[in-house]
């Protein structure tokens, strides 16, 4: 199941002007606000649609965009610890390429296995976000 949606809310708080390098960025509270509903209500669309619970969800690869917006997200959607692979602190932020990235490593270690239900959840600008389930 997925879930995407763009509502355009944030469409003007990101600005990169190339010729000046000038980058602007609106009210980050306001931001990290949006970035929270649209990503959890996404992934409990998804969930639903699914008819999927919360438990029975494997791993749950949310977006890390920073440590603390990837903690809201982790709260918001009461994931835990053991559910999750935290890169953040270990590459910075590479937004949502952190979601292949964890599953690269999952699947490296072998902690990523078959059968398994995956939850990827993840946002963009302006506000274009998403989610999937699949399973493994």
Same mark, same amino acid.
């Given at each position: 199941?997925?879930?995407?949606?763009?509502?355009?809310?944030? #469409?003007?708080?990101?600005?990169?002007?190339?010729?000046?390098?000038?980058?602007? +960025?609106?009210?980050?509270?306001? %931001?990290?606000?949006?970035?929270? #509903?649209?990503?959890?209500?996404?992934?409990?669309?998804?969930?639903?649609?699914? #008819?999927?619970?919360?438990? *029975?969800?494997?791993? +749950?690869?949310?977006?890390?965009?920073?440590?603390?917006?990837?903690?809201?997200?982790?709260?918001?959607?009461?994931?835990?610890?053991?559910? /999750? &692979?935290?890169?953040?602190?270990?590459?910075? $932020?590479?937004? #949502?390429? $952190? %979601?292949?990235?964890? %599953?690269? /490593?999952? !699947? /490296?270690?072998?902690? &990523?296995?078959?059968?398994? !239900?995956?939850?990827?959840? *993840?946002?963009?600008?302006?506000?274009?976000?998403?989610?999937?389930? +699949? /399973? !493994?």
């Amino acid at each position: 199941a997925s879930h995407m949606g763009n509502d355009g809310v944030l #469409s003007d708080s990101v600005t990169l002007s190339h010729g000046n390098g000038v980058a602007r +960025f609106g009210p980050t509270h306001k %931001i990290a606000d949006e970035v929270l #509903s649209s990503v959890v209500g996404s992934a409990r669309r998804v969930l639903s649609a699914a #008819s999927v619970s919360h438990d *029975a969800v494997d791993w +749950f690869l949310l977006h890390q965009p920073n440590g603390n917006l990837y903690a809201q997200l982790n709260a918001a959607l009461e994931v835990p610890e053991h559910k /999750r &692979l935290p890169i953040v602190h270990e590459v910075g $932020s590479v937004g #949502s390429a $952190s %979601i292949p990235v964890c %599953i690269d /490593r999952l !699947t /490296r270690s072998g902690q &990523l296995r078959p059968n398994q !239900t995956v939850l990827m959840a *993840a946002v963009g600008s302006g506000l274009a976000y998403g989610a999937m389930l +699949f /399973r !493994t």
